[in-house]
């Protein structure tokens, strides 16, 4: 099965989640929500935009002496900063990280149609080590 098919599949039969408010507005406006995997950063425009903010703050920290004040102070500039045009940028960056990963996913689910198990039992079980060939046909 391809991917897209197995997620319909565990989307059929997970438990049910967490409800959230948010979801409810979202959905109640016709759209369907999906989260990223934990620590999937590159499909998240923020983290764009968190490292523009940090790339400034870390520009202004040239004595290395921050108080607490200056910080807060660097941090709101950096924050105004981050420009409509910036995020739009983010934004387009990520649908074309995105788009590869579709791109690759479809290749590598196309491409695969052979491979070769290799068993190694060690030199003390008195097996001898044996290959298979499997092929998507004979797995199906």
Same mark, same amino acid.
Request: overall charge negative.
């Given at each position: /099965?391809?991917?897209?098919?197995?997620?319909? =599949? !565990?989307?059929? &039969?997970?438990?049910? #989640?967490? @409800?959230?408010?948010? %979801? #409810? @507005?979202?959905? @109640?406006?016709?759209?369907?929500?999906?989260? =990223?995997?934990?620590? /999937?950063?590159? =499909?998240?425009?923020?983290?764009?935009?968190?490292?523009?903010?940090?790339?400034? !703050?870390?520009? &202004?920290?040239?004595?290395?002496?921050?108080?607490?004040?200056?910080?807060?102070?660097?941090?709101?500039?950096?924050?105004?900063? !981050?420009?409509?045009?910036?995020?739009?940028?983010?934004?387009? &960056?990520?649908?074309? =990280? #995105?788009?590869?990963?579709?791109?690759? %996913?479809?290749? /590598?689910?196309?491409?695969? %149609?052979?491979? !070769?198990?290799?068993?190694? &039992?060690? #030199? %003390?079980?008195?097996?001898?080590?044996?290959?298979?060939?499997?092929?998507? @046909?004979?797995?199906?």
């Amino acid at each position: /099965m391809r991917k897209d098919q197995l997620f319909h =599949l !565990v989307q059929l &039969h997970k438990p049910t #989640e967490k @409800s959230f408010k948010i %979801d #409810e @507005s979202i959905r @109640s406006q016709g759209h369907i929500v999906v989260r =990223l995997p934990p620590y /999937m950063c590159d =499909l998240n425009p923020i983290e764009l935009a968190w490292a523009k903010v940090k790339r400034t !703050v870390r520009h &202004h920290n040239v004595t290395s002496d921050f108080s607490l004040k200056r910080l807060k102070e660097f941090t709101e500039l950096a924050l105004s900063q !981050v420009t409509e045009e910036d995020w739009r940028g983010f934004d387009d &960056h990520v649908l074309i =990280l #995105e788009e590869n990963y579709w791109q690759r %996913d479809g290749l /590598m689910e196309d491409t695969i %149609d052979r491979f !070769v198990i290799e068993v190694s &039992h060690g #030199e %003390d079980s008195g097996i001898d080590s044996t290959k298979s060939a499997i092929s998507e @046909s004979d797995a199906a």
